[in-house]
C-alpha cells in the first residue's frame, strides 16, 4: 500500500513539476510577446506608391494644349501603428518633368512643382504641350519622371531616416478622329475709322461631319471690334471632312487705326457625329483692314475781289482704296466777310483714283481785306453700305484782292463849251470775270452839266468786251471854265441771273469857253437890240 502511495506521490509531483514547467514557458513567452509588441509600435517603415492619371487626355492639334497630370499615392505601409501611415507614406516636393521625344508633341512646361502627395490628397499640375496641326488621330505616349522625397523609416525615439527617388512613368494623349478646324481666309471691306462686313472661311480638316457649329471670332485689339464687343458669334448647319463655309460678321475699324495686320482668336463648337459637344480652341487668323477714305483738292484758283462775288475754282480727288457716291464738296469754314454763296457743291460719284472739277460761288463783303485766306473745306459721300460720311482735313489758301470797279468807263471826248451841248460817247468795258447781261447806264450830272438823254443800254459784254454808249450832255452858259464831275452805275445780270447794281464810276468833264467870243445869248440880246433900235428910227422918220 506504502508502495502505491510513493508512486502516487511521485506521479503528482511530476505532474506538478511539468504544471509549473509549463506556466513558466507561458510567461517567458507573454513577456517577449509584450516586448515584441512594444517594439513594432514604436518603429514604422513603410514607402509611396505614386501613379500618374490624365483626366482628359484628348488634345486639339494645331495648338498648344494644357493637359492636366493627377499624381496620385496608394502608399505602401509595412510597419508600425495606423498614426504613424502617413509620415511613411507621404510622397513630399513631388516635381514632374515631361519629355516626348519620340511624339510629335513638344512639351513646353518643363519642371512642375505638385508639392505634398499623400494617399487621401492626391495632387496635380499643367503640361503644356504643343500639338501640330497636321498630326495624325492616335494615341501618343509621353515620357514623365517623378521625382519626390518620403520617410522610409520613423521611430518614437525621433530617429528618422529620408530617401528622394525619380519614378520613370508615362501617360497617354489622345488625338482623335473628330472634326477639327482651320480659318483659311478672312477679308474685310471695313475701312479705318468706318464699319463694314468681315468674311471668314472656315474649312473642317478632320475625319468626322461636325454638326451645330459656333464660330466665334475674338479680336485682340481695341482697333477692331464686333459692334460694340471683342467679340461675335456666327452659325454654320454643318460642315463634312474638307467642307469649307463662310461667315460673315459686322465689324467696326477705330478712326486713327494704323493699316496694319490684327489678330483673331477663334474658336469653334460643335457636336460630333455621336452627339457629344466638342471645341475646338485652335484656329486663329489675321485681317487687315482697307485704308481710311481720303480726298485731296488740288488746282485751286479763284477771282475773289473785296466787295465782289466770285469763284473758288479746284479739282477734288478720291484718294481712299473704295469708290465714293454723292460726293459733294462743302465749305465748313465760318467766316463773316468770305461767305458762300453756294455752300456746297456735287461732284457726282468718284471711283478710287478719280478725280472732278468744282466751283464753289463766294461772296466778299466790302470790309474785308485784300489778303491770302485759308478756307476749310470738307467732302460729303457715301461709302459702300450707301452710308453718308464727311471727310474734314482738307484747307484750301485763296487770295482775295482788291476792291475793283466793275465796268470801265472811257469818255472819248471830255470838252465841252460852256452854253453848248454834246453827244458824248462812253466806252465801257466789262471789268469782271464773268459774262453779264443787260446792262443799263445811267448818267448822272450836276450843275452847271445837265443830260437830256441819261440811259443807254447794252445786251451783253464778255469778260474784258467793251461798247460803246451815247448821251447826250449840256453845259450852262454861265458855266465856269473848269474841271466838272460827271457819274455812271450800271445795272446788269450776272451769270447766275441775279441783278446787280455796280459802285458808282466817276469821270471828269472840262467845260471852256464859247468859240467866237459872245455867248449865244449875248449875241441874240445885241441882235433884238438891234432890231428894236431900227424899228424906232423907222418910226421916227415916218
Partial sequence: MRSRSVLAAAIGLLVLSSSVGLAGVGLVQTVAGQQQGTATTTVAHGEPDLNLRVPNPIVQPGQTNEVTVQVTNRGEFERGTSDMRDAVTTARNVEIEAEADDTPFTVRSGTLSVGPVTAMKPGEAPLAIDVPADVDAGTYTIDVDVTYSYTYRESLTSNVYERTETDSMSIDLVVDDDARF????????????????????????????????????????????????????????????????????????????????????????????????????????????????????????????????????????????????????????????????????????????????????????????????????????????????????????????????????????????AGGEETIDVEVTNNLDQSVTDIEASLFADEPLDSSDDEAFVKELEPGETATMTFALSADEGATAKTHPISFDFRYDDESGTSKLSDTTRVAIDVVESEGGLPVSTIVIVGLTIVGSGAFIYQQRR
Fill in 182 to 417: 482651320e480659318i483659311v481666309d478672312v477679308s474685310t471691306d471695313a475701312q479705318i475709322g468706318d464699319t463694314g462686313t468681315l468674311a471668314a472661311t472656315v474649312k473642317n480638316i478632320g475625319d468626322e461631319t461636325a454638326t451645330d457649329i459656333g464660330v466665334t471670332l475674338e479680336s485682340l485689339s481695341s482697333g477692331v471690334v464686333f459692334g460694340e464687343t471683342t467679340q461675335d458669334t456666327a452659325h454654320i448647319t454643318e460642315l463634312q471632312a474638307n467642307e469649307t463655309a463662310t461667315v460673315v460678321y459686322d465689324v467696326s475699324i477705330q478712326p486713327d487705326t494704323s493699316k496694319r495686320q490684327y489678330m483673331l482668336d477663334g474658336t469653334v463648337s460643335f457636336k460630333t457625329a455621336d452627339g457629344l459637344q466638342r471645341v475646338d480652341k485652335s484656329p486663329a487668323a489675321g485681317v487687315i483692314p482697307l485704308a481710311e477714305q481720303q480726298f485731296s483738292v488740288s488746282d485751286v484758283e479763284s477771282d475773289l475781289h473785296v466787295g465782289e462775288e466770285g469763284d473758288i475754282r479746284g479739282v477734288v480727288t478720291n484718294d481712299g482704296p473704295t469708290a465714293a457716291a454723292n460726293v459733294v464738296v462743302t465749305v465748313t469754314d465760318e467766316s463773316r466777310t468770305v461767305v458762300p454763296i453756294e455752300r456746297s457743291v456735287a461732284v457726282g460719284t468718284l471711283e478710287s483714283g478719280e478725280s472732278a472739277p468744282f466751283r464753289l460761288p463766294v461772296d466778299v463783303s466790302g470790309e474785308a481785306e485784300p489778303i491770302n485766306r485759308t478756307i476749310d473745306l470738307g467732302v460729303q459721300y457715301r461709302n459702300t453700305d450707301f452710308e453718308q460720311r464727311l471727310y474734314e482735313d482738307l484747307e484750301i489758301v485763296t487770295e482775295v484782292d482788291e476792291q475793283r470797279d466793275q465796268f470801265l468807263v472811257n469818255v472819248t471826248d471830255r470838252e465841252i463849251a
